[in-house]
């Protein structure tokens, strides 16, 4: 007796082989938004130096770790819900740092002086940029106007918490120190919950109440994480800002980050 799984109508799981058609159109539109970037870094006149491709190399560092730590998240959150939901928030995190590169390789056209008018600008240009990657890769749960209502919330919240950021910043802290700490409160705040996790499972990993506690605070985590990781992206174009005035300045023309410069050398 050989034991068999059911899977509907591809047949049984010891039957023969089940032919999968996948079609040329839907790999490329997953790859779409790179299209665009390499096309806007080829066509635009401003991008044709090596120090603009740089771009990419945070973006594909981006893509890699959240390749890794979705497979990770996925294999750690054993159910189905926190499966989809962590692939899910991994994809509209793809989306957010894909948008964020296409802005940036933009950016030296923008030319606003009103902040409010700028802020406004740069939300709707993410916004437009991560709608249409979500149009075009639908999820199986949830259609595409929900999931964009969703990366909206997201990325308002982090726009509004960047720019509260800046401001507390430049109040408090003296500009040769800016960089310090803006890149490392988005660095902090992006990994916090995720450290938090791994402390809490290390305390309550002899405890009986183990699986219920941890299983809704696994919840919270994933939820917060949605809040928190798009910081941790950030940080990632913020490295590059600071090794490439090319990218320092248009990150001050989009976000209005003025004081990314390093401190300048004073001889004795």
């Given at each position: 007796m050989v034991a068999s799984q059911e899977l509907g109508a591809?047949?049984?799981r010891d039957g023969p082989a089940v032919q999968v058609n996948c079609p040329v159109g839907d790999s490329l539109r997953s790859v779409a938004g790179w299209f665009v970037l390499v096309g806007v870094l080829l066509l635009r006149k401003a991008n044709r130096s090596k120090e603009a491709w740089t771009i990419l190399a945070p973006l594909v560092g981006v893509y890699l770790a959240l390749a890794i730590g979705e497979r990770q998240l996925n294999a750690y959150l054993v159910f189905h819900y926190h499966r989809y939901i962590c692939s899910a928030l991994a994809d509209l995190l793809r989306y957010f740092a894909l948008s964020l590169a296409i802005l940036l390789a933009i950016a030296d056209g923008l030319t606003i002086p009103w902040r409010l008018l700028r802020f406004v600008l740069v939300f709707l240009f993410l916004l437009l940029c991560a709608d249409v990657q979500i149009a075009t890769n639908e999820w199986p749960f949830l259609d595409a106007g929900k999931w964009a209502v969703v990366f909206a919330v997201i990325l308002l919240l982090f726009m509004v918490g960047h720019s509260l950021l800046q401001t507390v910043l430049r109040?408090?802290?003296k500009p040769a120190r800016f960089r310090w700490w803006y890149g490392g409160f988005c660095l902090v705040f992006g990994l916090a919950p995720l450290l938090t996790l791994g402390v809490v499972e290390a305390h309550l990993s002899r405890s009986v109440q183990l699986s219920s506690t941890l299983e809704q605070f696994r919840i919270a985590v994933v939820l917060a994480s949605a809040i928190s990781l798009p910081y941790l992206l950030f940080f990632a174009f913020i490295l590059?800002?600071?090794?490439?005035?090319?990218?320092?300045?248009?990150?001050?023309?989009a976000f209005g980050v003025t004081s990314l410069?390093?401190?300048p050398i004073v001889k004795p």
């Open positions: 591809l047949g049984a109040r408090w802290v590059l800002a600071l090794r490439s005035l090319l990218y320092r300045e248009r990150l001050a023309r410069a390093p401190e």
